[in-house]
């Protein structure tokens, strides 16, 4: 099965070069991140500011004139779920705008644009089609690529482990001890098991941890409540006998592995070209140190996705095919005045490295950016007490309207993230906890998209060469 995959996998992708190259090309955007990283928002606003292009003046193509139209299409794939663009453009440009309801699994969107070509071949050669796929996909999936390399045993060892030093499971832990994995197999345990499970997976994000597997059990989509996502890591016990409750689980797992996390890295991710990876540094920079070692593990586990050759079956799979550019864009950087956005993007570009150095994927070029895809704030600088602070203005999510000083960044990012950490529980401490923006009522003119900071250069970074 693997192999054959792979080689029908090869032929369509050589298919689509192909046609690709002499007629109209197709750049495939991944767009990722851990929930509430901001990817609907992002996408919205991207494909809105691409529709409208009036605020892209760093997108090349389109300062230069070259973009004549931008459109939607009915994307290629039929039985993909349809990014819903409409109605997070609406909620976000209502009198009222209220934020978008999150991603829950994976959908896509074709944006397509007439493009004049660029320099000498601008008098040659007519207008041509460029066809934007956008991928939206949980980041949360991208971590099980490892459930792939391990059995149920390694598995449940491991997340036992994670799991004995968060507090967040205490109640999983609990009952995982008094379990009998030999004893015979039945469904209210199986069922009691996994939705504990899932219930610390679940405020352990809450809190801020980021390194929560099986990614499912988060975004379950419509698999919820399936046998193959009803398990849980459970001590091993010594006989493994049949028809026990070990035994049962170490199967689901296994159907887990292979029909739900084969088939996205087969259907969607393996025909990715370009990656966005949206990460809320700045939710876990204020959500203490613990949060922020387990961003940068999960970072690490989220680059080995892409690095070649790291999963034997995703290898065949790929085919030497790879995704030639990823940015790390830290998000909601409408929350910091400008003159901090230089410290998140050093924070940003330490936290690739740290990953880069122990996941190293040769070939992709990739960028560390700090963006906001829907501006939901204004800077004002007040005078407090003798001390002027650079404050960002915005409307909160009750409807009152404030000035707010989230704190400050540190100017070298290992005084976060490295060994000797100062006071790093103490960071963005002061209004960052109470900044829950409303997105800003906007009044548009014709031509004009929503407000953002720096999404033109992260269009550039991602596409601008392919325009
Ligand atoms: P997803 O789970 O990755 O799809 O995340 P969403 O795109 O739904 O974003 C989650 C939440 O983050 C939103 O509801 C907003 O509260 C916030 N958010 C996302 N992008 C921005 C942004 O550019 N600026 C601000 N201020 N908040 C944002």
Redesign the pocket.
Known sequence: GDIADGLSRGVESIGSTVSGAFFEPVIRLGVT?????????????LVANLLDRARMPQLAAAAEGRILTAYLQPQPDDTVPRFDFETHLAALTAPQPR??????AVSQLRLSLRVRPAGLLAGIQGPRTVHLDIV?Y??EWLLDLELLDLSYADWAAKALQRAEGRSQAAAYMALAREVDGDAKFEEPQARTLADAYAAYLQTAREDGYSDCTPGRFLLPGEMAGSPALTFAPIPKPQGRKRGSLWREMERRYDAYTARIVKPFFRDHFSRIDRQIV?V?ALGAIHAGPAALDDLRRAMTDILSAFRPGRNAWLSRLLLGKRVEKILFAA?????LHHLQHPRLTHIMEALVRDAKDRADFAGAQTESMA???????VEETLNHGGRSLDCVR?TLLDGRQAAFYPGDLPEDPQRLLGPAREGAETWLDEDYAI?????AALRLKPGEGPP??RLDRAAQFLFGDRL
């Open positions: 991140g851990l929930s509430r990283a901001g990817k609907t928002v992002f996408i919205t606003s934020w978008p309801e999150s991603t829950r939206d949980p980041g949206l809320d998000t909601k950087a409408d929350h963006i906001a895809a829907l501006r939901a704030t915005g900044m829950n923006f409303s997105p953002h900071i």
